[in-house]
């Protein structure tokens, strides 16, 4: 040890000899809604690491003692940034919105406060089935016993006083109790993520509905032409000359290519719409409503975003982005039959 040691030594330069568990990386996350997930995760993950230490500690007083503090703090810490990640995610929407969250500070009770109406609203429309009495009532807990994330990092006030009181935590059911609220917390942010939330103009969003309205019957066709050649519930295969399977498959596709080659540029340009939207759906990448008619207004939402995604307009010619014939007949009509059914709410 001298006054010529670094301490925090940085690796400029990553080779493949460079063991992977020798450096950690971080400053990479950014600093949206990603970055507060990650360093949220990561504190709760230390404190059931520190747990883990304490039950193997034989009942060393010296042992759990020290380490119960660092779990306390760590437990906290998570509860706060996971706040935070919620709110950003979900309530921000403007550079002013974020600095005023930074600016709250360490509050559990005020963080909430002002995530709370945007969480109860989406919570609402997608039908949670988080409790967020449940989740408010952990939310306090943590609070009243730590309010400004000090009483577990010194042993007194600047006063001199002390932070607590002689107590005796029960660390087992504090770890159960706090899983339980990051199962919560994790179930919560699944279950909102992936709403259709954007705005788009009324105007797109008929254009669209009377499109698909005068196209319906004629995708029903197109789906009926199309399943005698979906495999994707085929189990068994009985064994052919493979002469022979070469010629079925090849027969196979000529019919399908010959399908989507009856269909207008529209039609083509619809059918590819309703597939990704109903592969979002299908996915979990689109979390729709518990409104029938709401959920209805997502899906149309999507689908005349994907058009503008992919610079598709009816009544112009399709571009490359449409390429139904490379994907499977299955996929196809169980998705766009996803997307239908949500669009033929009233449609009729």
Known sequence: MTNKDIIFKIVKNVGVSTPSNSFCYFGWEGTGCFAFSIYANSYFDSANVLYEKIKQSSGDYRVIDGLGLAMCFCYRHYVELELKHLHIKYGVKTEEDYKSLLGIGHSLVKIWKETKPTIEYLHKRVGSSVDLDAIEHYIRAVHDFDSNSMSMRYPVEKTGKPMKPETRLDLPNLVN?????????????????????????????????????????????????????DDSDSTDIEFKHILDITADKVNKFQQIKMVFDNCSDDELIMLNTLFYTGSFISG???????????AKEDVVKCCVLNMESCHLEFGKSKNDTVHLFSKQVGAIIKCVNISMHYLDYYSE
């Open 284 to 294: 979990n990448q689109l979390h729709l409503p518990k409104s029938q008619s709401k």
């Open 177 to 229: 109790r706090m899983n339980e609220l990051k199962d919560a917390f994790d179930k919560l942010d699944y279950e909102i993520d992936g709403q259709m939330l954007a705005n788009v103009e009324d105007s797109k969003k008929q254009a669209f509905l009377g499109k698909y309205i005068e196209l319906r019957l004629r995708l029903c066709d197109i789906l009926e032409q199309l399943k005698p050649y």
